[in-house]
T-cell receptor, first 110, second 114 residues
Framework: GQQVMQIPQYQHVQEGEDFTTYCNSS?????IQWYKQRPGGHPVFLIQ?????EVKKQKRLTFQFGEAKKNSSLHITATQTTDVGTYFC??????????FGAGTILRVKS | NAGVTQTPKFRVLKTGQSMTLLCAQD?????MYWYRQDPGMGLRLIHY???????AKGEVPDGYNVSRLKKQNFLLGLESAAPSQTSVYFC?????????????FGPGTRLTVT
């Protein structure tokens, strides 16, 4: 079945530094979603990417979908303590299902 | 709207005991899902439903059963709990119409099996 590999597993950054997490698949994806989960909380939808090469921005967050639609990235510029949490990518697994990556845990030192 | 709610929030079971987790959504969503979340493993799909009266197996269905008798409710049952089922369980729902299949998650149920 569909699998998505997410790296890194964990990143600890100084407040103000940038952060990037990557999501990779061996097969072409129809679309990809990104979610954020705060510590102790539940996943919250951030965005969906559909088109090859698509780039979307939400304030300090930049989301990209690769040209071949096999990879995606989430980049946070100038991290803040409010950015802490786990970021998941999720790919269409067929049959109205999503397949989630293992997530990247972000910790921010102030 | 309350969105997606889950009952209970916490539970401790002894091995062999049974329990039912309840998920309710008030958004009239067609699709509902049960996931378990374990450290370093992301969210793994247990069972899901694409409409009232229908259910299907996900990635890790063994040891669990589900029912969707009403559109707004999705129940997850553990017939004979095992320590390997210690986890955080999340329910999610999806509208099923439109372009974005955004999943709305409940707050989770933290289950410990001793």
């Amino acid at each position: 079945g569909q699998q998505v590999m997410q790296i890194p597993q964990y990143q600890h950054v100084q407040e103000g530094e940038d952060f990037t997490t990557y999501c990779n698949s061996s097969t072409t994806l129809s679309n990809i979603q990104w979610y954020k989960q705060r510590p102790g909380g539940h996943p919250v939808f951030l965005i969906q990417l559909v088109k090859s090469g698509e780039v979307k921005k939400q304030k300090r967050l930049t989301f990209q979908f690769g040209e071949a639609k096999k990879n995606s990235s989430l980049h946070i510029t100038a991290t803040q303590t409010t950015d802490v949490g786990t970021y998941f990518c999720a790919a269409d697994g067929g049959g109205n299902k999503l397949v989630f990556g293992a997530g990247t845990i972000l910790r921010v030192k102030s | 709207n309350a969105g997606v709610t889950q009952t209970p929030k916490f539970r401790v079971l002894k091995t062999g005991q049974s329990m039912t987790l309840l998920c309710a959504q008030d958004m009239n969503h067609e699709y509902m899902y049960w996931y378990r979340q374990d450290p370093g493993m992301g969210l793994r799909l247990i069972h899901y439903s694409v409409g009232e009266g229908t259910t299907a197996k996900g990635e890790v269905p063994d040891g669990y059963n589900v029912s969707r008798l009403k559109k707004q409710n999705f129940l997850l049952g553990l017939e004979s709990a095992a320590p390997s089922q210690t986890s955080v369980y999340f329910c999610a729902s999806v509208n099923g119409q439109g372009f974005t299949y955004e999943q709305y998650f409940g707050p989770g149920t933290r289950l410990t099996v001793t």
